[in-house]
């Protein structure tokens, strides 16, 4: 099977868990509160669906158009925009008629759902597959440091040994979230000669790296071979072999994969003079890179021990502890990103299905698979959280302002602005999906 085909797979699973779980977090208050509910649909049935099936008063279906689902609430303004209905006496059974703390918990339902479920994942997978972490002295060559940390003192190799006075057990993925995510105000490290320093760290150090693209910030180091070269890329047009051994940049030795990525990044000149050994013979090769600073090689590790994973497992109560904690750290970290997204840069970064897509993994894997169905059903809650109308968070803004204010606003200003949510969804679909496509063009 494709690569394409298990990413897509994982990726149409994930979604249709979220949707159904989503939307049945709207439907379970509408029942207890005696709201009458249409449809229950995943995915839309935009003129047709692939299956319908009417139980009591709700069509149960399947949609053709994978691009979400809805529930149909008998006398709501939403999707369906169904104002022959609206235009009609109110009915006991419809949500216009509840009181408004009724149709707030309905409305708030989905997310609900969305977040629960995030936080049971997370602890069912510590319960099930532990964690792995390493430790400062399982990164064998130390970290590759971005040129933005060096300006602060850090040096190629360095090990951390704390973040802000605290020692740190996973130092492979969470410590580039702790420096972009969180407040970090000093980073005690061990050079490579043995010297320990501690580096302040600048407020706004996230978004210096955002900036110059120098994400992550660290990543452990490991010598490395050849492997293969891209057709037409510039190191092929260049005359570089697989089997050639690049031994320096611009004079720069290059003895780790990082020290190659970082000379091609940071080099002033248009083009690199990469000293290599071909057959044990010393070779120089002019290679110009692209515009994103990329030659066309792939490399492998030489050394697979470059970095030890220590294993933890964790009893259930430990797991619903830990578990608890990490789906709060994840939904603070998620939000700690809109500072990035809301900038010029940020938003060539936003992707649509292609990118989601592309987060799974190109074999089957169920951690990865729940890890990621957890992260994207934070996603979900909190996108729909948004103040904008067609969207959960719109309805529940106007919610909290009839119960503020004590007046509800009319049904023909609730259309509009049904209308007007409608329009700037299917203007972000477009944009993070032309994104998506851009890229797929362009690289």
């Known amino acids: 099977m494709s690569v394409f085909l298990i990413k897509g ?23 207890i509160f005696k709201t009458r509910v249409e449809k229950f649909y995943l995915f839309f049935d935009v003129k047709f669906s692939l299956f319908k099936k009417k139980i009591g008063e709700t069509v149960y279906g399947i949609g053709w158009l994978p691009l979400g689902g809805y529930v149909k609430i008998s006398g709501m303004i939403d999707e369906s925009m169904d104002t022959e209905q609206m235009a009609q006496e109110p009915q006991p059974w419809e949500f216009r008629s509840k009181p408004a703390w009724q149709r707030l918990i309905i409305m708030l339902g989905g997310v609900t759902v969305n977040f629960l479920l995030a936080f049971f994942l997370f602890i069912m997978m510590l319960f099930v597959w532990g964690t792995k972490y390493s430790t400062k002295d399982d990164i064998k060559y130390g970290y590759s440091v971005a040129k933005t940390l060096e300006n602060y003192g850090f040096q ?52 210096q790296l955002f900036e110059a693209g120098d994400l992550p910030a660290l990543t452990p180091r490991y010598p490395f071979e050849l492997d293969s070269i891209t057709p037409n890329s510039p190191a092929e047009i260049a005359g570089l072999q697989p089997t050639d051994k690049i031994v320096a940049i611009n004079g720069n030795p290059v003895e780790y994969y990082a020290d190659l990525t970082y000379q091609i990044k940071n080099s002033d000149s248009d083009e690199l003079l990469v000293k290599i050994e071909r057959n044990n013979q010393p070779e120089e090769l002019r290679i110009k890179p692209n515009e994103d600073k990329i030659i066309g090689i792939y490399a492998r590790p030489s050394d697979l021990e ?29 939000l700690a990103q809109f500072k990035y997204i809301f900038t010029k840069k940020g938003a060539t970064q936003i992707g649509g299905f292609a990118a989601i897509g592309n987060m799974f993994p190109p074999v089957w894997n169920w951690q990865a698979f729940w890890y990621l169905t957890a992260f994207l059903s934070i996603m979900l809650g909190v996108l729909n ?51 998506d496509i851009y890229k797929a063009i362009f690289g």
Do not use: C
């Open 9 to 31: 797979a994982q990726l149409l699973l994930s979604l249709s868990i979220l949707v159904v779980l989503h939307e049945l977090g709207h439907f379970i208050p509408a029942k």
């Open 156 to 207: 190629q190799g360095d090990r951390v040994i704390s973040i802000n006075g605290e020692s740190f057990e996973d130092l492979t993925i969470d410590i580039n979230k702790y420096i972009m995510f969180r407040d970090v105000n000093n980073i005690k490290v061990e050079h490579s000669d043995g010297s320990v320093e501690d580096i302040k760290i600048p407020e706004d150090i996230g978004t």
């Open 306 to 334: 470059f970095i030890k994973f220590n294993q933890k497992d964790y009893g259930f109560a430990e797991s619903v502890s830990a578990g608890i904690s990490n789906g709060y750290w994840e939904v603070k970290d998620y």
């Open 385 to 435: 959280l948004l103040p904008i109308p067609a969207l959960d968070g719109g309805h529940v803004m106007f919610l909290l302002y009839e119960m503020v204010s004590g007046r509800k606003p009319g049904d023909k200003f609730m259309e509009y602005a049904q209308m007007l949510g409608f329009f700037i969804l299917i203007a972000l679909v477009l944009f993070a999906n032309g994104n």
